[in-house]
């Protein structure tokens, strides 16, 4: 007999989107905007770094993280949030951060409890309330709330039964930053109704202008209870390494031992020559700074294309567009027929919640191509959508 705990998981993003899409002819030179993959280059240096290191791929690497690795990350986050955390106790690498994301609900969510969960998300985080037998809660994230969840609609009987709230900021995929106000709104009820923050922030070094706060600066500012904060970043996003799958979970002393003791049973530790490479990546802020730039680069172009679109959004991080249209299945397959260009509807992010999917009526498009290829592709789409 097969277990039936994950019976009810739809299809997955990407086949869904090759059924909906590949029966048709592309109407012109495929612009790929869908995957959210970066593009941009990596430093020059990885490659000879990750040379330098070849030998330890004869020796089982660290489970949980080199010390350099650590300690590379413990100074990321000081100079980044100014947060001091202990990088044998409150660090833990990952193989990227999805492993994480699934691991910490198995290591630290009750059977029974209940999961809350911004809608649109990335689908991971059902996924791990799943395998553990928590209800999943989805939370409605439109523009009426500025793409977060609205807190204020949070009953005390929900929240009292809640043993972690979701959070990506910025988001995937509208682009929406959590104010330092709001981290600490969260926070407080977090403290109230006794349940753990898990803080996506794998995007928190793409933005436009001001920093995006961090969940665990917030909560170190209020002298919160760091235990209540389980933060997850990675360098995919932030230094254009998405192959190279490496991240890490940082949070208080208790949770990451109990990460830790399910990550000695059934965890995969990234290899050390990644391990090394890594933590010269998490040492180094002038790749970043450059890669930053390009997006906002991006970002200005895409301002300018949509300029006369009254319904455009221009997100304050990240590095999508979240573009609302009348049908979002429609929209991709006649945008896909006309002029090759490939969107992913923004339902395929969502999950339909008191009758409504908050992801229906958009598509997403992601700034990752070479800047005249994306200005193409959205004049393509302004052309084919909005006019």
Sequence with gaps: MMPNRF?????????RLRALLDGHAAGGEVINMTIGEPKHKFPEWVGPTLNDALGQFNSYPDNNGTPELRGSIAGFLQRRYGIDLDSDAQIM????????????????CPTGSKVLIPNPFYQVYTVAAMAVGAQSVYLPAHAQTGFLPD???????ELSETSAFFLCSPSNPQGAVASAEYWARLIILAETYDFKIFADECYSEIYRNAPPPGALEVAARMGADPERIVVFHSLSKRSNLPGLRSGFVASGRKNIARIKQLRAYAGCPIAGPIQHVSAKVWADEDHVVANRQLYCGKFEAADHIFAEIQSYNSPEA?????????DDEAAAVKLWIETGVRVLPGSYLGQVANEQNPGSGYVRVALVAPKEEMQRGLTLMRDCLYK
């Design 7 to 15: 019976d009810a998981l739809p299809t997955a993003t990407w086949p």
């Design 93 to 108: 690498a990952l193989n990227g951060t999805r492993e994480g994301l699934f691991n910490a609900v198995v290591a630290l």
């Design 151 to 157: 807190l204020d609609a949070l009953t005390p009987a």
């Design 318 to 326: 990240g590095f999508f567009l979240w573009l609302p249209v009348e």
